[in-house]
């Protein structure tokens, strides 16, 4: 964590919301993927958020997991290197985010450097995670690792064909959207622009 003292007021209120929205299920879930997917060579987190965020923190766990989501060679990040040095830390971080952009995970569903590495909004970096790995799952070319069902299904396309036939049978039909015209009739009715006749 940064060298910042409590907060107190709206702030530490805002930041209260912001904490009880991380999910200690979805942690697990994301540890057992990222364990799986990146291999045996990454040391398993201790649990918690704060344990959680230590383990991200320095971005290389990142960058191998998004390396690991590409042909052998073909990863995003080139250096992967643990460092102690701040900024190091937080380029590798945005390395991973800039990668995951460019993988398909839209920009509004990615956290931003400091929510990681300060651990303001570790709900956020769950989301973009939780998001990283529904998209691989979605691609099926064969580069997820782990259980598909760990992840919500993104939606895919499902075209449809229909026949000419089909097609003008349907421009005949008046859609009930546009209302309906039982019933409907103009009797009674005086012609647009005449004064209403009161006795």
Not at 137 to 157: C, H, M, R, T, Y
């Amino acid at each position: 964590m940064a060298n910042r003292g409590p907060s107190y007021g709206l702030s530490r209120e805002v930041q209260q919301k912001i904490d009880r929205q991380y999910d200690p299920e979805l942690e697990q879930i994301l540890v057992r993927w990222i364990m799986a997917q990146c291999g045996g060579d990454v040391v398993q987190p201790a649990p918690g958020r704060d344990g959680f965020q230590q383990w991200l923190k320095d971005g290389t766990v990142l960058c191998r997991l998004i390396n690991s989501l590409h042909p052998r060679g073909q990863g995003p990040v080139a250096k992967i290197q643990a460092s102690a040095m701040a900024f190091k830390q937080m380029e590798q971080i945005s390395q991973f985010l800039q990668a995951a952009e460019r993988y398909g995970i839209a920009a509004t569903d990615i956290f931003q450097t400091v929510d990681l590495w300060e651990g303001k909004n570790m709900a956020c970096v769950q989301r973009t995670l939780m998001n990283l790995g529904s998209l691989a799952v979605a691609k099926g070319d064969g580069l997820f690792v782990g259980d598909p069902n760990w992840f919500p299904k993104k939606s895919q396309e499902n075209r449809r064909v229909f026949s000419e036939d089909k097609l003008k049978e349907g421009q005949s039909v008046i859609g009930l959207q546009m209302g309906t015209n039982r019933g409907a009739s103009q009797a009674g009715m005086t012609g647009y622009g005449m004064p209403r006749q009161i006795l």
